[in-house]
């Protein structure tokens, strides 16, 4: 009995979550913002759809290593002329885009390292100069 209501719940609970999905979906499609932060190797549509949807002005930003440090994902850079100055890593950003950005990186990175070794395996005489 009580595990044909945890089932019933689960079903629903997985029911919702794809309505949400194809909601997110339909937004990405939609948006010009999300089409084309979808373009980056790694971002698919709902990081993008995140980070449009936590950066609703992005003028404010004036670099790819300034939304970094935006998100606290590297140090905030304070410096003038010759001299470098590195804040710290506040980590006070996003988390979760954080977390989506860190986790499609690794996945680009592995695949990329997974086709380069099938590629050596194939022609290991290439790889080498020989």
């Given at each position: 009995m009580v595990l044909k209501?945890?089932?019933?719940?689960?079903?629903?609970?997985?029911?919702?979550t794809n309505v949400l999905d194809d909601n997110i979906m339909s937004w990405h499609?939609?948006?010009?913002a999300g089409r084309y932060l979808a373009t980056i190797s790694g971002v698919g549509y709902l990081t993008a759809s995140a980070i449009a949807?936590?950066?609703?002005d992005p003028s404010f930003i004036r670099s790819g290593?300034?939304?970094?440090?935006?998100?606290?994902?590297?140090?905030?850079?304070?410096?003038?002329?010759?001299k470098e100055r590195?804040?710290?890593?506040?980590?006070?950003?996003?988390?979760?885009?954080?977390?989506?950005?860190v986790v499609g990186a690794t996945s680009?990175?592995?695949?990329?390292i997974t086709h380069l070794l099938a590629h050596e395996e194939s022609a290991p005489n290439e790889a080498h100069g020989l």
């Open positions: 209501l945890l089932i019933a719940q689960l079903r629903s609970v997985e029911k919702n499609r939609n948006s010009e949807a936590a950066v609703p290593r300034e939304f970094a440090a935006w998100l606290g994902l590297v140090p905030r850079q304070n410096s003038s002329g010759d590195l804040g710290r890593i506040s980590k006070q950003g996003h988390r979760y885009i954080r977390k989506l950005l680009v990175l592995r695949h990329n």
